[in-house]
């Protein structure tokens, strides 16, 4: 296959009439000639932004003339030469292989500085060979580069889809053939292209290595990745984090076994704890009124504490506490919002006590890659692995870095006395993996990887972070010019440096003092754990930190379906926050965009614009809005949230005692014996649930199978129906919670749990 990778003169002559300029056209017009393209340009323009066109290069040609010297002397610090050298540190601070050639007249070594030269892959002197010659030379060294580009998966499959061989495996499509015999087939393939259907191949490939046993050009993949990554072992997997967390576990968790999980987990591992039958005991996070989840306070690490907990756990009566161990600890690193822990402190409170520590780090792939992060993460380089306790780090690639959907991996750090068995792990992952993998997931882990090699993914993860705190400045400012009448702030240490990314200080969360006050989460422990800065949490007015509402309030729900229609999408929508992230795929136009469409969304507030004007399509699916004004219907729902104190009766409910009445394998499996009830929302108190109740936002389950309906999740399930019946449109989504419409019309919500 043919890729467009230019290779870019820059040479302030190149449209020029002299010598100069026809000497370096001669030499694009032969490169052209070879089959390559050529893009000339006269200058560097900003510097940054041009640098980061070395990604859509081949090869850079730099033009140096004899006049830019302005004597025969030796003096490196001309105004050609400081702007050579700013240029190639630019380009450089993101790929440190591509080609760049310097073209001039007479100068030669003797004129460069050292480290300039360096970093150069030749000189070309006008006038020297011909220019059919040099642009083989110089071709030559674009192919060597792109070659090594390729990863070790990508290349094989560039290499398989270019072989054009005739397969009879599956899938069924050949190919895409098969798209091609029908109109919409037709349609279908020319939105997805010849590559990928061609690259959508079976198993049974052997020049593609097999994943399944982690061989060939895949096996080589994955051990590239751990290298990256600074893991002794990596497993791609093609079914997201959800999937790789239940391989973990079923790796290292039998049934009755004792775990220790964080409650603020992703549903996957409360399915895993089903799925092995093991004996969970929980950590509690910590949240503030905004809904926002904090850490789980460090002192809830420490073993006296565990123990304490499993001594507690009316699953495990008469137990000694001291001899059940648990089998691994699974923590949530980073928080949906944010939050971070430092994974070092947790190692040393642990190793030796759970020998497998799991840190489910489906939003933190990015950390390793930036110095900013420190010991924030699980595994970087030059840190000292635990004596006897395996670490895993469970990640989702297609989250902040460039993989597609379900691109997820296992990393594995083995201990100072203990190597992972790859065979006996492979039993668990061959038990959760498909037997037909899509291949673009693979070659998506395969190339997000090798993104991420510095120093190209250390200048990635700066630019995220640029990039946000960029937003937070700007609304900051936004904020300072409108003075008491803007409203929409970022959450977040109230010291923000004036330009730069500062220092990661900054963002280390306070227990106590002046810096402790923004967060909300109570007094923590010093240095244990951060915000991370691309996760943004923007706030709306109506309601503060603790948990008091105002007169007035514009619940974030309305915000974020005002923004969908201006073509603004964000990730999390809480009651007066919503969710934004800055991945390595950001860009200035889209957080701009935000910024603006804030600014309508307060001018249309401001003259209570009607809802039908604003908000059209939604006004199509819900006519009694139509007449409503904005102003006017952000106080409707704001006046409810208000009467019910949702912010204190969410954060309660999360924070109250849960009973666990029977195992979570054991309840759920009444389900597959139909030894279920549904119950109706008001006789809820008291009943054993046999599914995960799980409200969206934040999207953390409530609720697990075997677990006690109290009175404050009752309340609130009393409330998201109220609330629905009054609101349709805004309704809180549970899942979990049954909806059905009965023979008079009346919509009535229920729960499955275990037959009395």
Known sequence: MKFRFPIIIIDEDFRSENISGSGIRDLAEAIENEGMEVIGLTSYGDLTSFAQQASRASTFIVSIDDEEFVSDSEDHDLPALNNLRAFITEVRKRNEDIPIFLYGETRTSRHMPNDILRELHGFIHMNEDTPEFVARHIIREAKVYLEGVQPPFFKALLDYAEDGSYSWHCPGHSGGVAFLKSPVGQMYHQFYGENMLRADVCNAVEELGQLLDHNGAIGESERNAARIFNADHCFFVTNGTSTSNKMVWHHTVAPDDVVVVDRNCHKSVLHAIIMTGAVPVFLKPTRNHYGIIGPIPQSEFEPAAIQAKIKANPLLKGVNPKKAIPRVLTLTQSTYDGVLYNTETIKQLLDGYIPNLHFDEAWLPHAAFHPFYGTYHAMGKKRHRPVHSMVYSTQSIHKLLAGISQASHVLVQDSQKNKLDRHLFNEAYLMHTSTSPQYSIIASCDVAAAMMEPPSGTALVEESIAEALDFRRAMRKVDEEYGKDWWFKVWGPDDLVDDGIGRADSWVIKGTGKTSKWHGFGKLADGFNMLDPIKATIV????????KFDNAGIPASIVTKFLAEHGVIVEKTGLYSFFIMFT????????NSLLTALQQFKDDYDRNQPMWRILPEF???????ERMGLRDLCQHVHTLYAKYDIARLTTEMYLSDLTPAMKPSDAYGQIARRNTERVPVDALEGRITTSLLTPYPPGIPLLVPGEVFNKKIVDYL????????????????IHGMVEEVGDDGVKRYFADCVKQ
């Open 718 to 733: 009393k409330f998201a129906r109220e609330f629905n019946l009054q609101c349709p449109g805004f309704e809180t989504d």
């Open 540 to 547: 709306t007015p109506g309601l503060d930190l603790d948990g």
């Open 584 to 591: 390595i795929g950001i860009t200035k136009g889209r957080w």
């Open 619 to 625: 006004c199509q699916k819900h006519k009694k809005y």
